[in-house]
């Protein structure tokens, strides 16, 4: 008995998680009567495939933003934030823009709801990613009061093969729209009245009824002489909710081996087992329409390497796309509403820009590029995505090492500079907004014009996830993985890397790796430099010796020296030392220095007291000065012995807390980068 009471106990528990008024709502059913009610309230509910696909998107919100003076707009559904990112694309807002302004023109009648949409671009550019959260996109819209759609079914009385008379329902096998169920030529005159100019919205003028609907149409017509309303008594209308796996609305198209692909299943069949009931194959009601054009219908169907299709599929996607309709077996041709999008990658489209034969889909066809990141904060978006402390357990990821990975990913996907002043290394760097002396956003803007191709070549992000992922099971780490690690297992990979063609290519990615490990140094050196130099009292006392200095310098007045008390001249060696760190030259003292004095008034005015945390430059110029004058009291080179006295021992571990503290460095990595840093500077390669 109690293990009764627990199991319905449990059951209660779970049924209470249903949401019954979201269940009620989904699962709508009324009369068209009902139906004509909804549509007079909210034309909306009538849109076409593409009105609702471009609507979805809206409804998700944007971001304008100005990247190198080119304004541009960030889509927030490609964040993928009701699924918490899982699907997130990153660094691609100007291909998703263009793909965006297809849905637009679509939804708006003018010319590109007769393409078919093309993502071309190499391997792993999240292609099939974007197909995927359109599907996925749709099916939560699908759910919501905005996006709501519907569809009808038919009850009809039939005698059964034992003579007995059964009422049964037959959905629409197509999701059709209802308002088709009125003939094309009342329809004008129904859709004025049910949506009138002064609303805003235009209902479409809808299509003809798919064959099983229209033969049902006519025989209750012949039934009823003509009686309309007594037909619509046979309709009951439902609420329609796109679902891929249930084959509802959505539709996705994979090409198999040439003997076993039929165009059947992009079509639909003959049912034999009916052909018995219904007395004939060409009773459309005896034909499953259950190919995926069928099934998309009202939504949309992906075409997974749409190239790789035999020519007769191709064939059936020049009148889906162009014309809205497809032709099932036997029956004539019949109407569509649904959008096409197929993916592919370079070599296959470079088949067909060479096939003279395939003119006529090439000119049907809306090719959006979907190339690599070039951006590298964005391009580390991915990984920390899946590298992160909620999916990794027991293992540390060092600082930076991620970074690394993705830095060398975007090197290989960028074309040399043709300016001879630049380094591809530098490119990238302004590519992700640092600033370089003497380039400007026109100059970048020129960069990415003269780079056609950048971005379209290269090595994959999946390629790096596979050697991230064989870093962190590899035994090498203890508990922690370095970025040698990775960018170790990155060159170890390139020897066996399918998508590499040539020992040229193979070669120059090896140098860009050299090129990363060579920034890292420099990051890590700086990292260590400013643990060491970390003082804030220290770094304080600094900085207003040298507001001091530059003041009295500016204003041409003396320094009082607080040990003398006497006035003397400005102390021009600590000014320039301090400069120096961030290559101010001589010639460009003055102007930086009336900068700095010019942003301390500035402020006065407002009120506000000046800091050296506010003024990047500053703040690493002195840190770089503190570190200079502290790195011997530490005995940094000493750290490569392995006899190391007392005091230079918690200077250390002070460093080492630091790291911990501000870089996120854990107890393993913090010593690791330590030794590096330390010996690298007793092979004496520190900056001065």
Not at 66 to 91: M, W
Not at 214 to 225: A, C, G, I, N, S
Not at 254 to 277: C, F, V
Not at 505 to 515: G, Y
Request: neutral net charge; proline residues 3%.
């Amino acid at each position: 008995m109690k293990d009764v009471e627990s199991k319905g106990s449990w059951i209660a528990k779970i049924a209470a998680l249903q949401d019954a008024k979201t269940y009620a709502e989904l699962h709508w059913e009324g009369s068209f009567e009902d139906y004509l009610e909804i549509v007079r309230k909210n034309p909306k509910v009538t849109r076409t495939a593409f009105q609702r696909i471009y609507d979805m998107i809206l409804s998700h919100g944007k971001t304008e933003y100005i990247d190198n003076k080119k304004k541009l707009i960030r889509y927030h559904f490609f964040s993928d934030e009701k699924f918490g990112g899982r699907d997130a694309i990153f660094g691609l807002d100007v291909p998703l823009m263009k793909l965006v302004n297809v849905f637009k023109s679509a939804a708006q009648g003018y010319g590109t709801e007769k393409r078919v949409i093309l993502l071309h671009g190499p391997v792993g550019s999240s292609k099939s990613t974007i197909a995927r959260l359109l599907k996925k996109g749709l099916e939560e819209y699908s759910k919501t009061p905005e996006g709501a759609s519907y569809t009808f079914s038919w009850l009809t009385d039939r005698k059964g093969l034992d003579g007995v008379t059964v009422r049964e329902k037959m959905k629409c096998p197509m999701n059709e729209e209802p308002l088709n169920l009125i003939p094309r030529e009342w329809r004008p005159k129904v859709l004025a009245e049910l949506s009138p100019a002064e609303s805003g919205y235009t209902i479409p003028d809808g299509s003809e009824l798919c064959p099983a609907c229209r033969f049902v149409f006519k025989d209750l017509m012949t039934q009823y002489k003509g009686d309309f309303a007594k037909v619509m008594e046979h309709i009951r209308v439902n609420r329609l909710v796109f679902s891929e796996k249930d084959r509802v609305g959505i539709g996705t198209f994979q090409p198999k081996d040439e003997k076993n692909q039929d165009s059947t299943e992009l079509t639909g069949d003959i049912n034999y087992r009916k052909i018995a009931e219904y007395g004939s194959d060409s009773d459309p009601r005896a034909f499953n329409f259950d190919g995926e054009f069928n099934i998309a219908n009202r939504g949309l169907i992906e075409f997974v390497e749409v190239l790789k299709l035999d020519v007769a599929f191709l064939y059936d996607l020049l009148g889906a796309s162009q014309e809205h309709k497809i032709k099932p077996k036997k029956f004539p041709q019949t109407d569509i509403d649904e959008v096409i999008i197929g993916h592919t990658n370079e070599p296959e489209y470079k088949k067909l820009e060479n096939n003279e034969f395939m003119e006529a889909l090439r000119d049907r066809t809306v090719k959006i590029d979907i190339p690599y990141i070039t951006k590298l904060s964005e391009e580390v978006k991915i990984y920390e995505k899946d590298f992160n402390s909620r999916a990794i357990k027991g293992k540390h990821i060092a600082p930076h090492t991620l970074e690394m990975a993705a830095m060398w990913a975007v090197l290989t996907r960028l074309e040399e500079p043709k300016k001879h002043n630049l380094s591809l290394l530098q490119k990238l760097k302004l590519y992700n907004g640092k600033t370089l002396p003497n380039f400007t956003e026109d100059n970048i803007k020129e960069l990415r014009k003269e780079a056609m191709r950048e971005g379209l070549e290269g090595i994959s992000a999946r390629y790096i996830q596979d050697k991230i992922s064989n870093a962190l099971v590899s035994d090498k780490g203890e508990g922690c993985i370095n970025p040698f690690m990775v960018l170790n297992e990155l060159e170890a990979g390139l020897k066996g890397h399918s998508l590499i063609n040539s020992e040229d290519a193979r070669k120059r990615f090896k140098e860009m790796l050299t090129s990363v490990k060579q920034e890292y140094e420099d990051i890590v050196k700086n990292e260590v430099q400013r643990a060491i130099s970390a003082d804030e009292d220290a770094i304080s006392k600094l900085c207003g010796n040298y507001i001091d200095n530059i003041k009295a310098y500016t204003q041409k007045e003396k320094v009082r020296n607080k040990y003398t008390g006497l006035y003397e001249e400005p102390d021009e060696r600590l000014m320039r030392s301090i400069e120096e760190k961030i290559d101010i030259p001589d010639s460009r003292k003055d102007d930086f220095r009336r900068e700095i004095m010019n942003y301390i008034g500035a402020l006065a005015v407002e009120g506000k007291t000046f800091n050296y945390r506010t003024n990047e430059r500053l703040h690493k110029s002195l840190e770089l000065k503190l570190f200079e004058d502290q790195k011997d009291s530490i005995k940094l080179k000493n750290l490569v012995s392995s006899v190391v006295d007392k005091e230079t021992q918690e200077k250390i571990d002070l460093v080492k807390d630091r790291l911990m503290k501000n870089y996120g460095y854990c107890e393993i990595c913090s010593t690791d980068v330590l030794n590096f840093v330390a010996s690298i500077f007793a092979r004496g390669d520190a900056k001065e």
